[in-house]
């Protein structure tokens, strides 16, 4: 896989893709997408993008972050777990997590020219932490 497939936390490499699938085998997902951004402790930390199924009133991030916990091990539960109605994706149905990463970190989005659904980026939220050093 490519190298941001993989998310390396306190020297533990995790698959992006088995902990997206590990999420969405959660019966109150639909879909889901793993990012990593940048840890002061851990070197990077896992950012889960998670699209709850129609007939669901509520998922909650904890529930994920114990989900994960259980299923890969400690090392794998992520910092933040953010509930979104869509991800962008391009016209071939790909997630486009380098904008998922980009706007999590407050960065510029950069080429949006593969991508179908715009109005996603707007309602997804950005997490900078307000004590992050440049």
Same mark, same amino acid.
């Given at each position: *896989?490519?190298?941001?497939?993989?998310?390396? @936390?306190?020297?533990?490499?995790?698959? %992006?893709?088995?902990? #997206? +699938?590990?999420?969405?085998?959660?019966?109150?997902?639909?879909?889901?997408?793993?990012?990593?951004?940048?840890?002061?402790?851990? *070197?990077?930390?896992?950012?889960?993008?998670? @699209?709850?199924?129609?007939?669901?009133? %509520?998922?909650?991030? #904890? +529930?994920?972050?114990?989900?994960?916990?259980?299923?890969?091990?400690?090392?794998?539960?992520?910092?933040?777990?953010?509930?979104?109605?869509?991800?962008?994706?391009?016209?071939?149905?790909?997630?486009?997590?380098?904008?998922?990463?980009?706007?999590? +970190?407050?960065?510029?989005?950069?080429?949006?020219?593969?991508?179908?659904?715009?109005?996603?980026?707007?309602?997804?939220?950005?997490?900078?932490?307000?004590?992050?050093?440049?």
């Amino acid at each position: *896989g490519r190298v941001d497939d993989v998310i390396n @936390v306190s020297g533990h490499r995790l698959s %992006t893709a088995e902990i #997206e +699938q590990c999420v969405i085998s959660h019966e109150d997902v639909s879909e889901a997408a793993a990012i990593s951004i940048p840890d002061d402790i851990t *070197g990077e930390s896992i950012v889960i993008f998670a @699209v709850p199924e129609k007939n669901t009133d %509520t998922v909650f991030e #904890e +529930q994920i972050k114990n989900y994960i916990s259980e299923k890969i091990g400690k090392v794998a539960r992520p910092k933040h777990v953010l509930i979104v109605n869509d991800l962008p994706k391009t016209r071939t149905g790909k997630v486009m997590r380098r904008l998922l990463k980009s706007k999590v +970190q407050g960065k510029t989005l950069g080429d949006l020219s593969s991508l179908e659904n715009p109005s996603v980026l707007e309602d997804l939220p950005t997490l900078v932490e307000k004590n992050r050093q440049k």
